[in-house]
């Protein structure tokens, strides 16, 4: 049974930064590409990033591009969100995926999500 477990959340002011992690069980997780989505209240989930299963290719949303990290290590079977400069916008509850294909990345697998609060 493929599970993803996310961790890392909370309430953090802006400007602050926060790390996401989330781990993989029941697959292997240098055979999937990895990402992160976010949905925020009254809106529709949204992509953040993904990395390829290598590590060695990474694709991010344009809002996050330059404050969000992606990264993984597949000998732990996790994957990472480092994220940085945070605004009030980064509000959400960030779900971990695991996907078949790295592009585009829609997510065969999914976690339970960890709430981001971001005040202003």
């Known amino acids: 049974q493929v599970q993803l477990v996310e961790s890392g959340g909370g309430l953090v002011q802006a400007g602050g930064s926060l790390r996401l992690s989330c781990v993989a069980s029941g697959l292997s997780s240098s055979s999937y590409a990895m990402g992160w989505f976010r949905q925020a209240p009254g809106k529709v989930r949204e992509f953040v990033a993904a990395?390829?299963?290598?590590?060695?290719?990474?694709t991010y949303t344009d809002s996050v591009k330059g404050r969000f990290t992606i990264s993984r290590d597949n000998a732990k079977n996790t994957e990472y969100l480092q994220m940085n400069s945070l605004k009030p916008e980064d509000t959400a509850v960030y779900y971990c995926?695991?996907?078949?294909?790295?592009?585009?990345?829609?997510?065969?697998?999914w976690g339970k999500g960890t709430l981001v609060t971001v005040s202003s």
């Open positions: 995926a695991a996907d078949n294909i790295y592009r585009p990345f829609r997510g065969d697998y």
């Open positions: 990395i390829s299963r290598s590590g060695s290719s990474t």
